[in-house]
């Protein structure tokens, strides 16, 4: 099993370097940039465009911009950037070393993953703060959504689908049926929607907060204050995830014990007299419940990352996913590229944690005897 672990951290670095290769690549070929919306910002405002620059360079770049304003005359109608004509050369160029530009896309790429391997993802360009700290800012609203999200659809899939087994081609089976068609066809974004009209001062009822996680006055509550108050905001986000996202698991836990109920085993179990429910729980579950609990770390991460991006917009949670939305809009490079690798390597050792649970909960599972 050793050497299985080895190879699969191994295979971990080309295929996280091919995914920064061919990210890297789309970005750079799709229109705009930082250097670009930072020169519609001059246009605009060179002040306040100028003043995000950070070190000596800030007032000297001010300073051009505001030589740019009376002296419309520099050629600079040759530049690459939409929006430039007008502009002081010298300007530009500034704005492209402040950014890293002034150097070839290979150069820049290679020096972004040598930073990336000691875990330096460098600072925003427009927030004036370090990437991780950007994270770490972030990530208790993401932790909170995705730990409840994959806690409750799991305690709901699970015996769910153990019941619409059991009871297949049932009434109950049936309707239940309907509750999960319904999950699969309507995005959590959506149920986010209604439940906002329905139950936070939409036009119905306004029981529930519509910002953020905690009050205003969460620091002078008392400590069972405190839990209230965050189980009262974060209801209806983790409701509208968990409505969007319970159905399929809730149909491969049923397909599971479906199939483990008509293997052989099972017959001859009942035909030496043995309780169903003893069936059931110390013979099938543990075969059945192979692919839902084995693939929990990686629901996990799928669920953390990738699920809550319009809820949090919603619900005007700060989350992760609001942050990778706005530094992909703003085209903030090292906020994109940060957490991109960070959180493909994250997803890569959890798939492999995801192999090895197979092994956990099965041990006749032996990866090396496959090889």
Request: no cysteine.
């Amino acid at each position: 099993m050793l050497a299985y672990i080895v190879r699969r951290l191994l295979f971990i670095i080309p295929t996280l370097f091919g995914i920064m290769v061919i990210n890297f690549v789309v970005v750079q070929a799709a229109p705009g940039g930082p250097v670009e919306r930072m020169i519609a910002e001059i246009r605009g405002t060179a002040v306040d465009a100028t003043a995000r620059f950070s070190g000596g360079a800030r007032g000297e770049t001010q300073s051009s911009g505001q030589q740019t304003q009376g002296s419309r005359s520099s050629d600079s109608s040759s530049s690459t950037y939409r929006g430039a004509r007008g502009l002081d050369p010298s300007l530009i160029k500034e704005i492209e070393r402040q950014f890293g530009f002034d150097k070839p896309a290979h150069e820049r790429f290679i020096q972004m993953m040598r930073s990336y391997l000691v875990f330096d993802f460098g600072q925003s360009f427009f927030r004036d703060r370090s990437v991780i700290d950007l994270v770490l800012d972030k990530m208790p609203v993401s932790i909170s959504l995705g730990l409840w999200t994959a806690l409750i659809i799991y305690a709901i899939s699970i015996p769910l689908g153990i019941a619409k087994a059991v009871r297949h081609g049932s009434r109950f089976d049936v309707a239940s049926s309907a509750a999960i068609i319904v999950g699969y066809s309507i995005p959590g974004f959506l149920f986010a929607i209604l439940l906002v009209v329905l139950f936070a001062g939409g036009s119905v009822f306004d029981w529930f907060p519509l910002r953020g996680l905690t009050s205003a006055n969460w620091p002078e509550m008392s400590w069972q204050e405190r839990i209230v108050d965050y189980l009262w905001h974060i209801t209806l986000p983790v409701l509208a995830m968990v409505i969007g996202g319970f159905a399929g698991l809730t149909m491969l836990t049923k397909n599971s014990f479906l199939e483990e109920i008509g293997k052989q085993y099972v017959v001859t179990a009942r035909a030496k007299g043995l309780a169903e429910q003893r069936i059931l729980y110390s013979h099938i579950f543990r075969n059945a419940m192979l692919i839902p609990v084995a693939g929990f770390p990686s629901a996990f991460i799928g669920i953390l990352f990738t699920g809550a991006l319009l809820v949090e917009v919603i619900f005007s949670l700060d989350g992760l996913g609001l942050l990778g939305f706005e530094s992909a809009i703003n085209r903030d490079y090292p906020v994109m590229f940060g957490t991109l690798y960070f959180f493909t390597l994250l997803g890569l050792l959890m798939n492999l944690v995801g192999d090895l649970m197979y092994h956990v909960i099965d041990p006749r599972i032996d990866f090396e005897a496959r090889n």
